[in-house]
């Protein structure tokens, strides 16, 4: 078994940690005996999805977002199509933001995103930082770290990753984190996201996985040090 | 109003002192909230050879003890903000415990060590004679936004100063806050020969593009982080000659550097008893602040010949027998220059790492993910970890594929441990983010003769 992990702008989306998304993403794997590769996809790179992929990007910093939102946009008809058949990914902060419809940067540029996911993101001068803690119906209790400014509101028939317990989310009123669409999970979480997570990195190896082998079943690991870390994180400010 | 102001300051310094708190800025904030001119002030009226700001994410503690060295050695008094209270209210606090209580401080120069956040107000605030930025780098930027953005206030600071502005060369992002500057108010410093380091994987570099546009940097050689010598793709930016420039690097271990440095067309040979490139770095900086000042190159060079460590950067404590080196962390960058420059040299060595999440130590943890822990995975020393997030450092190692850590989150513990599994007048490194250093230090120094450190 090999699967591969396309990583979209690792040069310029990539801040807060996020490639610790992708270390869980491959020992996961590799723990469980699937092969990995990564293959790093920047601007004007050509990209192309296959089965056993796993799309991830990260977040960025504002001037990052600018510069891969145009570029982005040429990609979106391939991403598109692999997410509508089933394509799993993980988009983070700055990535989950360009997924939407725009980003309005507080210096009201509007940064157009590739709409899949249907939201607006707008930037507010309230920066949401600090640890937070999601209840989420498909994986449980997540944990992050966010760190944004962008205030983004889902469609009503949208569906959200889970409902904030502690900290801001979304944004900072509906009490929402995240969406999910298809087998795409978008996110403010850093923190970083996956490592305390490892239900929702065990979720995308198992969609990459399974589109190569259709009885494809994930060994169980011992998680015990990811349930300690994760619980400890919820008790902090 | 600025005598009571004055007055009160020292009480609470007094009190602080007495407790033996060593609450460093808390007379500071006292009077901070009682008078917000205060600062500027007592700034304006006193130092004669005027005020040096040392701000960046690393080094900042290090260079401003070279610097203090440079002017012990030259018979040029100065006031210090020692104890690493880089905000407002520390600077304060130093100024109010050497300040008469009139307001006169015997002091010919303010060295103030300023946190990145404080830069802009403290620019115009004091109206500093000079200004280093040493490197910017991701760090506790939850409590910042984000890199750009402090690039950004420092250069609007920057155009409405006076200040002669020392900077980094080799970081792409610091070497640009000298456009649209005055040419005859900079001067760089920078490395020019020293051995490529690929420890740094792509996850840590912070700044990929042209500060003045969208072009990609191109390095041909990478030292650490985005710190290198580089030119933008579309030749809009490139690395700026140093002023202070290192030529030749001789020799580097787990103790020293030796090396030739070139300032304004001169050779000079420095033999710093200090290890590591990032050490390198700040003597360079401090060399480039000391020229600005007029500085005699043969002082500068005695003083960097004989500096000692600054508080829990590489100081070597003795234990219960023990060699136990204090190497603090902050950030990715940070942590890899020690792992290259420690870790990796003795990979024998029991290593404790104490992972702190206070405001001081930053928020946030992610941090670990971006620097390059891997490199360690081969090292045969045990290896403990501590501290608030000892479990967060514990997943890092995991996930790193380092065996046989353990998880101690009691730093007390912690401590015993890591005595118990070092033999006799041998090293252990220890790793500790800021809050942990304090802690850790304290225990250590009760039984040992290093100095408290606001004394």
């Not at chain 1, 940690?17 to 601007?43: F, H, P, Q, Y």
């Not at chain 2, 606090?93 to 103030?112: H, R, Y």
Request: with cysteine.
């Amino acid at each position: 078994m090999k699967i591969r992990i396309v990583h979209l702008y690792p040069d310029l989306m990539n801040i807060y940690g996020d490639i610790g998304n992708i270390i869980a993403l491959k020992k996961r794997s590799e723990w469980r005996s699937i092969e990995v590769e990564i293959k790093n996809i920047s601007t004007n790179d050509k990209l192309e999805f296959k089965k056993g992929d796993i799309l991830f990007m990260g977040g960025g910093q504002d001037r990052g977002q600018l510069l891969v939102a145009s570029d982005l946009n040429k990609k979106s008809q391939i991403i598109k199509k692999a997410i509508i058949s089933g394509l799993p990914a993980l988009v983070i902060c700055g990535a989950y933001q360009l997924f939407g419809k725009y980003f309005l940067t507080d210096k009201k540029v509007k940064i157009p995103g590739i709409n899949i996911f249907d939201f607006t993101t707008v930037a507010s001068n309230q920066r949401m930082i600090g640890n937070i803690v999601v209840d989420s119906q498909k994986f449980g209790r997540l944990i992050g770290f966010e760190n944004h400014s962008g205030q983004t509101v889902l469609a009503n028939n949208s569906q959200a990753l889970g409902k904030v317990i502690k900290g801001f989310g979304n944004n900072n009123k509906d009490k929402f984190e995240g969406m999910i669409l298809n087998n795409v999970i978008g996110t403010y979480m850093h923190g970083s996201f996956l490592p305390k997570n490892p239900k929702v990195t065990d979720f995308l190896i198992a969609k990459a996985a399974k589109k190569i082998d259709p009885n494809f079943k994930l060994k169980k690991l011992d998680d015990s040090l990811e349930n300690q870390a994760n619980q400890f994180a919820a008790s902090r400010p | 109003m600025l005598f009571i102001s004055l007055i009160l300051g020292k009480i609470t310094l007094f009190f602080n002192r007495l407790t033996g708190s060593g609450g460093s800025a808390m007379p500071g904030l006292a009077v901070e909230k009682i008078n917000s001119n205060f600062i500027e002030f007592l700034a304006v009226k006193n130092f004669p050879k005027g005020v040096i700001l040392i701000t960046g994410t690393n080094g900042k503690t290090t260079t401003s003890k070279m610097i203090a060295g440079i002017l012990d050695k030259a018979g040029i008094s100065y006031l210090h903000n020692r104890a690493g209270s880089n905000l407002p209210r520390g600077i304060a606090s130093a100024m109010i415990g050497a300040s008469s209580i009139l307001g006169k401080i015997k002091a010919d120069i303010g060295l103030f060590e300023v946190d990145e956040a404080a830069i802009p107000k403290l620019t115009l605030m004091l109206q500093p004679k000079i200004i280093l930025v040493t490197n910017l780098f991701r760090d506790q930027l939850d409590r910042y936004g984000e890199l750009d953005k402090t690039a950004r206030l420092f250069k609007q600071a920057f155009e409405q100063s006076n200040a002669a502005i020392c900077l980094n060369s080799d970081d792409p992002l610091v070497a640009g806050l000298s456009l649209g500057l005055s040419k005859k108010h900079i001067s760089f410093y920078g490395v020019s020969d020293y051995p490529d380091q690929l420890l740094d994987d792509l996850h840590s570099i912070d700044v990929t593009t042209s500060p003045v546009s969208s072009s990609k940097l191109v390095y041909s050689k990478r030292y650490f982080g985005h710190v290198g010598i580089y030119e933008t793709e579309n030749q809009d930016f490139k690395r700026p000659k140093p002023d202070v420039e290192l030529v030749k690097l001789k020799k580097s271990d787990i103790n020293r550097s030796e090396f030739i440095i070139k300032i304004n067309e001169t050779l000079e040979k420095i033999n710093l008893p200090l290890a590591g490139l990032y050490n390198i770095y700040n003597s360079l900086a401090a060399t480039a602040v000391a020229s600005k000042l007029g500085i005699r190159g043969k002082i500068i060079i005695d003083t960097l010949n004989h500096i000692s460590p600054a508080f829990g950067r590489m100081e070597i404590i003795k234990y219960y027998d023990r060699n136990l080196y204090l190497l603090l962390i902050k950030n990715p960058t940070g942590l890899n220059q020690i792992i290259q420059t420690f870790l990796l040299k003795k990979p024998n060595t029991p290593v404790l790492i104490i992972i702190n999440d206070n405001i001081a130590d930053g928020r946030d943890v992610s941090w670990l993910w971006d620097s390059a822990v891997e490199a360690i995975s081969k090292n045969k020393g045990p290896m403990l970890v501590s501290g608030i997030r000892a479990y967060d450092m514990g997943l890092r190692l995991k996930y790193a594929g380092v065996k046989n850590f353990l998880i101690e989150p009691d730093i007390n513990l912690a401590l015993r441990k890591i005595v118990e599994i070092t033999p006799k007048n041998k090293p252990a490194f220890i790793l500790p983010t800021y809050t942990a250093m304090l802690n850790i230090r304290a225990k250590i120094v009760k039984k040992s003769e290093a100095k408290e450190f606001w004394k």
